[in-house]
């Protein structure tokens, strides 16, 4: 097969019909750098939490999957033409949208009530675009007008519909399993047939961030089941890593490769209420 990618995570080949398969690997990435060592099981935690939400999202928007692959982390999927726009839709403020809010009371030039903190559930979820950038580089918030001026009206509105049914259908189901999804991010494309179409994964602990309900307490960083716990460990004074030295971050401990391994393994089999099997 032929190498089309590798991302952070992800590595996809063309398959000699003309399908992909998509590859998740155990790769970690936080602050642009990917991590060593990886995450043993990661990338089949992450493939097989994203086919089981794919099957919950179908009335909602279709999906690219098409088969299995050999392997418990890898799909058969159908190309498609990628939205140029990072689709993000939040229900709690926390991360850069805290940051965002605090500067100047907006997020994604959303106009957000005062007095709110970390952790803040917000009065209804709201669509949250940002920039889709390459390796290495941040992704910056953008507003809605900023979408449609980038992909016209009608898509932008669409964008923004699947973006929050997806996000509030995905909440809901997770609530009644004891989970708080914060925020999330998903991927849309065309396919041939120019239908938007969901792609790479969905509401996994990477593209999500996961609270435990019966801990949520706002004003303080929420205990989380994504990889939020490295991002904190990097930023701690344990770490001995500066993010502003343009260095990259130090190896993770075992302990702490561990405790994230345990963290993805709890969402996906509370999430599905099945057991991993690896």
Not at 236 to 242: A, F, I, N, T, V
Request: proline share 8%; net charge negative.
């Amino acid at each position: 097969m032929k190498h089309v990618h590798s991302g952070k995570v992800r590595d996809l080949y063309e398959t000699e019909d003309g399908l992909l398969l998509m590859v998740a690997s155990d790769r970690v990435s936080a602050f642009d750098h990917v991590l060593e060592p990886g995450i043993p099981d990661k990338g089949a935690i992450l493939t097989q939490l994203s086919l089981w939400w794919f099957d919950q999202l179908k009335d909602i928007v279709p999906n690219h999957f098409v088969a299995k692959g050999d392997e418990t982390r890898s799909v058969v999927c159908r190309p498609l033409t990628m939205v140029q726009v990072e689709c993000v839709a939040r229900g709690y403020l926390t991360g850069g949208g805290l940051a965002e809010y605090r500067e100047g009371g907006t997020v994604s030039g959303v106009r957000l009530p005062e007095g709110l903190e970390d952790g803040s559930r917000l009065p209804e979820p709201i669509f949250t675009p940002s920039t889709k950038a390459p390796m290495g580089r941040h992704d910056e918030p953008i507003s809605y007008d900023q979408v449609v001026a980038e992909t016209g009206a009608e898509t932008a509105e669409e964008l923004r519909r699947v973006t929050l049914a997806v996000y509030t259908r995905g909440a809901e189901i997770a609530r009644e399993r004891g989970i708080i999804v914060a925020d999330t991010k998903i991927e849309l494309g065309w396919d041939s047939d120019g239908v938007l179409t969901l792609g790479d994964e969905v509401l996994t602990p990477d593209s999500s961030r996961f609270w435990p309900a019966d801990a949520w307490r706002p004003g303080r960083s929420q205990p989380s089941f994504d990889k939020q716990f490295v991002r904190d460990w990097l930023l701690s004074p344990e770490s001995g890593w500066d993010k502003a030295s343009g260095s990259p971050p130090p190896r993770l401990p075992n302990p702490i490769v561990e405790r994230t391994r345990e963290r993805y393994l709890e969402a996906y089999e509370r999430i599905t209420g099945a057991p991993f099997s690896g």
